[in-house]
């Protein structure tokens, strides 16, 4: 009961801050937005006219376009096609959108915690440290991984109802980004409880975000490291890359199993998704042993 208490307190705390509930409000606008302005008619699982915001839809060799005139015979386009384009981009624009928005939202979480007199009060309860850290860090999960749930199952509901077509592969992709964002917010409290500085954590989870992101390139190329001349050079951008590659969350192999899982293409490997909730399960035990033993 004391750690459900905890827990709601710390869900009450984030709520408070307004930030997650203005992500609230971004998701809710995009629903509105996609519920308004896509108009569909189907037929045998075929779209035969697509409007956005009262513009005709037209596909052709030239890609997807909208004007006002109506497409010759109707478009025939694949309902299962359309749906899946349409995830696609939510996956690409919107994931990333969300997952910064949340480590904006939870930033503060460990700082706060850590100031005179909160840290007083929260230590005189009689909860274990692990337990109390651990609370924190549930209590962002939950309450940063409802929003992305909310964004991908409300996408797929109005979709499921506008086409007929339920996806069920993009709303395994959304529990998969939350999932990958638990990772993140493991970074996140650690580096909060190394520097206590809400600023400083944001910077470096965005550091972390885009240099697991960007690591993946030169790990898949087996070329790249021929540009450096020097041996000991060469050796060493090797190593980091490496390191960097094993050690950090896999942000870039996550959107790829995500495309695969909304186009229901086979996964060639699971390994990054446990290669990363093992990279941000070893920062939060690093996070929470430090708490334990520092002396406040």
Not at 2 to 29: M, S, W
Not at 192 to 210: D, E, H, N, P
Not at 235 to 245: M, N, P, R, S
């Amino acid at each position: 009961m004391r750690i459900r208490a905890l827990l709601l307190d710390t869900c009450r705390e984030l709520l408070y801050r307004k930030t997650l509930l203005f992500y609230f409000g971004i998701v809710t606008l995009t629903h509105l937005l996609l519920l308004l302005a896509l108009q569909t008619d189907a037929a045998n699982g075929l779209i035969t006219s697509v409007r956005v915001f009262g513009m005709e839809g037209r596909a052709g060799g030239g890609g997807f376009q909208l004007d006002n005139r109506a497409a010759p015979g109707g478009m025939m386009l694949d309902a299962a096609t359309l749906v899946r384009g349409v995830e696609v981009a939510v996956a690409w624009i919107l994931y990333p959108m969300g997952i910064m928005l949340s480590v904006f939202a939870t930033a503060s979480l460990v700082p706060r915690m850590l100031e005179k007199g909160s840290i007083d009060l929260l230590l005189s309860k009689p909860v274990s440290r692990p337990a109390l850290f651990a609370a924190r860090w549930l209590g962002g999960f939950t309450v940063a991984g409802a929003n992305l749930v909310y964004l991908v199952g409300g996408v797929g509901t109005i979709m499921g109802f506008k086409v007929g077509i339920w996806n069920w592969g993009f709303l395994l992709s959304g529990l998969m980004m939350a999932a990958y964002f638990g990772a993140l917010l493991g970074y996140l409290v650690l580096i909060g409880m190394l520097l206590r500085s809400t600023t400083i954590g944001v910077m470096l989870t965005g550091v972390i975000y885009f240099a697991s992101l960007l690591v993946f390139f030169p790990h898949a190329n087996a070329d790249w490291p021929m540009l450096i001349t020097s041996r000991f050079a060469r050796f060493g951008a090797q190593t980091v890359v490496e390191v960097l590659y094993h050690a950090l969350p896999r942000t870039y192999e996550f959107g790829q199993i995500a495309t695969s899982l909304i186009m229901e293409r086979p996964i060639e490997s699971w390994a990054p998704v446990g290669g990363t909730l093992l990279s941000g399960s070893a920062a939060l035990l690093a996070a929470v042993l430090l708490f334990r033993r520092t002396d406040f």
